[in-house]
Structure formats: structure tokens, C-alpha cells
T-cell receptor, first 117, second 111 residues
Framework: GAVVSQHPSRVICKSGTSVKIECRSL??????MFWYRQFPKQSLMLMAT?????????EQGVEKDKFLINHASLTLSTLTVTSAHPEDSSFYIC?????????????FGDGTRLSIL | DAKTTQPPSMDCAEGRAANLPCNHS???????VYWYRQIHSQGPQYIIH???NNETNEMASLIITEDRKSSTLILPHATLRDTAVYYC????????????FGKGTKLSVKP
């Protein structure tokens, strides 16, 4: 079945570093991908919607200049956390909208655990 | 999308059936019921979905009441690996927007 690959699975870095997370759809073209963030013991919260070839749509309260999203191809979306600080430490999850989906609407990556020291 | 209500947590003995309820009293006629689960430190995993008929696949069964205001996900023989947070989501099929996750039910399967 369709698979979404997210990389890296875990990142530990110093405050002020920029971190890039990749989300790939492996066997289908995803015109729309979603980026979620999940803090400990909380549910997934949508950060932004990434559309291939156009600017991402950010949810209220999410800084677009801090969380840069690029969706340059139909199989790859990237999220860059710029100048990361400890408060950005979280679990970041991407998902891809399955085209003409019959069963499940979205496939999810396995998430990226970001820890900023 | 209609709102769903789930108990925050449940326990189940290993090998027994786990029955996870979900209330969706404001569901509309064209909305489906979807179930996902999230094992610790992983992304959500699709389980099953249904409209009004009961559904079964290799992972679980979904029982939807006749008035469609509630449903139950059944894991027939729970294992320790089924310990996860289970999310019930109501959704119009074909919708292009994101999935909205509530707090879900934390299922703990105990030996």
C-alpha cells in the first residue's frame, strides 16, 4: 500500500540551529501534504497545509517565517525549523492526502522527534 | 466535520476483546466514521472506516448504531502491541482538508 516516509526520525541539536525535515510519498503523487505538531500527552495539531507548486497555508499562531515549508515536487515536502529554540522541541508529523482516496484519506509518516538543547 | 466524544482511557486484558466507544451525535448523512491509532512515538495508523453498515477487516471490526450517533471499534483479541491512543474521526468522504484529531482513547492492554 501507499507509504509516507519521514526523515530524520530524531534530531538533537543546539539552540539557534536550523533543522530540515523531509516528508516523501513513496508510491503515489501527493499534491497536498499536512504538517502536524504534537506536544507530550497532547493530540496532533495542524501547523500548515502544503500544496505542490504553491505557498503553504499556515494555521493561526504558526509563524510562517520560522517554519518554512517547501513542496517543490509531487512526492516531497520539507519543513525547516529556523533558528530552533527549546520551546520548538516537539514531535513533528507529516501526512499526505491520498488522491481519489477510497479507504483511508491520509497516510502518515512516522514522525520526527526534535529536541533542542 | 462533526465532533466526536471518546473516553480518555481504557484497560483491556491481553487476549480479550477491546471495545472502544465513540459518540458522534451530530454526524450528518454523508459523513463517514474513521478510526486511526497512534502507538507511542509513531505516526497515526489507519484502522477502519464505515458509513452505516458494520465493517470488518484484518485489524478490527466497526459497529455503527442504526441512528449513526455512536460507534464501537472492536479489537477481537487484543495484544500488548495494541496499546495505543485510538482516535475516532468523522469525515465527509473525499474531503481534501486535514484530519482533526481529538484527544482519543488511551488503550492499555495488560498481560
Amino acid at each position: 500500500g501507499a507509504v509516507v516516509s519521514q526523515h530524520p526520525s530524531r534530531v538533537i541539536c543546539k539552540s539557534g540551529t536550523s533543522v530540515k525535515i523531509e516528508c516523501r510519498s513513496l508510491d503515489f503523487q501527493a499534491t497536498t501534504m499536512f504538517w502536524y505538531r504534537q506536544f507530550p500527552k497532547q493530540s496532533l495539531m495542524l501547523m500548515a497545509t502544503s500544496n505542490e507548486g504553491s505557498k503553504a497555508t499556515y494555521e493561526q499562531g504558526v509563524e510562517k517565517d520560522k517554519f518554512l515549508i517547501n513542496h517543490a515536487s509531487l512526492t516531497l515536502s520539507t519543513l525547516t525549523v529556523t533558528s530552533a529554540h527549546p520551546e520548538d522541541s516537539s514531535f513533528y508529523i507529516c501526512s499526505a492526502l491520498v488522491p481519489r482516496w477510497v479507504s483511508q484519506p491520509q497516510h502518515f509518516g512516522d514522525g520526527t522527534r526534535l529536541s533542542i538543547l | 466535520d462533526a465532533k466526536t466524544t471518546q473516553p480518555p482511557s481504557m484497560d483491556c486484558a491481553e487476549g480479550r476483546a477491546a471495545n472502544l466507544p465513540c459518540n458522534h451525535s451530530t454526524i450528518s448523512g454523508n459523513e463517514y466514521v474513521y478510526w486511526y491509532r497512534q502507538i507511542h512515538s509513531q505516526g497515526p495508523q489507519y484502522i477502519i472506516h464505515g458509513l452505516k453498515n458494520n465493517e470488518t477487516n484484518e485489524m478490527a471490526s466497526l459497529i455503527i448504531t442504526e441512528d449513526r450517533k455512536s460507534s464501537t471499534l472492536i479489537l477481537p483479541h487484543a495484544t500488548l502491541r495494541d496499546t495505543a491512543v485510538y482516535y475516532c474521526i468523522v469525515r465527509v468522504k473525499g474531503s481534501q482538508g486535514n484530519l482533526i484529531f481529538g484527544k482519543g482513547t488511551k488503550l492499555s492492554v495488560k498481560p
